[in-house]
C-alpha cells in the first residue's frame, strides 16, 4: 500500500464546477504539499500546510491531522486549471513521499 | 531570484554514454532533492542533501547513478553508463530545512536515451 493515496486518479468537470480531490496518508507527517503539474511542464508548489485550512484564490487546501486526510478544492472551475494535481508529504527528515497525483481536466 | 534552475532541459543521449544534469538550488536554501518522473512509477525521490552532505541516498538506482554537491549553490547527478530505461524527466528541488518553508521545483530535464 502506497503511503499517500489520491483519488480520483482521474476527473473530468466542466468549466464553472465545485471540484474535490482528497489525499490520505499513512505515516506520520510534518507538512503535507499539493502541487500543480501542466503537462509536459513543471512542477509547482501550491500549498504547503500542516493544519487547518488555507486559500489562494479559487483553491483551497484543507487537512484533518486526526484523519490523516486532505481535500484539495478548486471553486469555479477553469479550463486553465486542467493538470496533473500531486498530494504529497513531508516526514521528519524533510523528504516528500508523492502521492500517484490526479489527472483533472475541466472541458469548457 | 531566478528559482531553481536545471540544465539541460533536454537531452538525448545514446546508450553507454555519460549524462550529467546540473541543479543550482535557490540562495539560501539548504536541502536539495533530486527526484525522477516517468509515467510507471511517477516521482521517486533519488537522492537528498543537507548543508552539501548526502543524507539519503537509498532511491539512486544503481552503481551508475552518482550525485555531488560540491557548494551549497550547485548539484550534479551523473549516469554513466546510460540506459533506455534511465529515460524520465529528472527534477531537482530545493527547501530550507529548520523552518516551514516549501519546496521549490526546477523546470526538469528530460532525458531520452535511444
Known amino acids: 500500500k502506497n503511503e499517500v493515496e489520491q483519488s480520483p486518479q482521474n476527473l473530468t468537470a466542466q468549466e464553472g464546477e465545485f471540484i474535490t480531490i482528497n489525499c490520505s496518508y499513512s505515516?506520520?507527517?510534518?507538512?503535507l504539499h499539493w502541487l500543480q503539474q501542466h503537462p509536459g511542464g513543471g512542477i509547482v508548489s501550491l500549498f504547503m500546510?500542516?493544519?487547518g485550512k488555507k486559500k489562494h484564490g479559487r483553491l483551497i487546501a484543507t487537512i484533518n491531522i486526526q484523519e490523516k486526510h486532505s481535500s484539495l478544492h478548486i471553486t469555479a472551475s477553469h479550463p486553465r486549471d486542467s493538470a496533473v494535481y500531486i498530494c504529497?508529504?513531508?516526514?521528519?527528515?524533510?523528504?516528500?513521499?508523492f502521492g500517484k497525483g490526479t489527472l483533472l481536466t475541466v472541458n469548457p | 531570484d531566478a528559482g531553481v534552475i536545471q540544465s539541460p532541459r533536454h537531452e538525448v543521449t545514446e546508450m553507454g554514454q555519460e549524462v550529467t544534469l546540473r541543479c543550482k538550488p535557490i540562495?539560501?536554501?539548504?536541502?536539495l532533492f533530486w527526484y525522477r518522473q516517468t509515467m510507471m512509477r511517477g516521482l521517486e525521490l533519488l537522492i537528498y542533501?543537507?548543508?552539501?552532505?548526502?543524507?539519503?541516498d537509498s532511491g539512486m538506482p544503481e552503481d551508475r547513478f552518482s550525485a555531488k554537491m560540491p557548494n551549497a549553490s550547485f548539484s550534479t547527478l551523473k549516469i554513466q553508463p546510460s540506459e533506455p530505461r534511465d529515460s524520465a524527466v529528472y527534477f531537482c528541488?530545493?527547501?530550507?530545512?529548520?523552518?516551514?518553508?516549501?519546496?521549490?521545483f526546477g523546470s526538469g530535464t528530460r532525458l531520452t536515451v535511444v
Open positions: 528541488a530545493s527547501s530550507y530545512r529548520g523552518r516551514n518553508y516549501g519546496y521549490t
Open positions: 505515516v506520520g507527517i510534518s507538512a
Open positions: 500546510l500542516s493544519s
Open positions: 504529497a508529504v513531508t516526514s521528519s527528515n524533510y523528504k516528500l513521499t
Open positions: 540562495s539560501g536554501h539548504n536541502s
Open positions: 542533501f543537507n548543508n552539501n552532505v548526502p543524507i539519503d
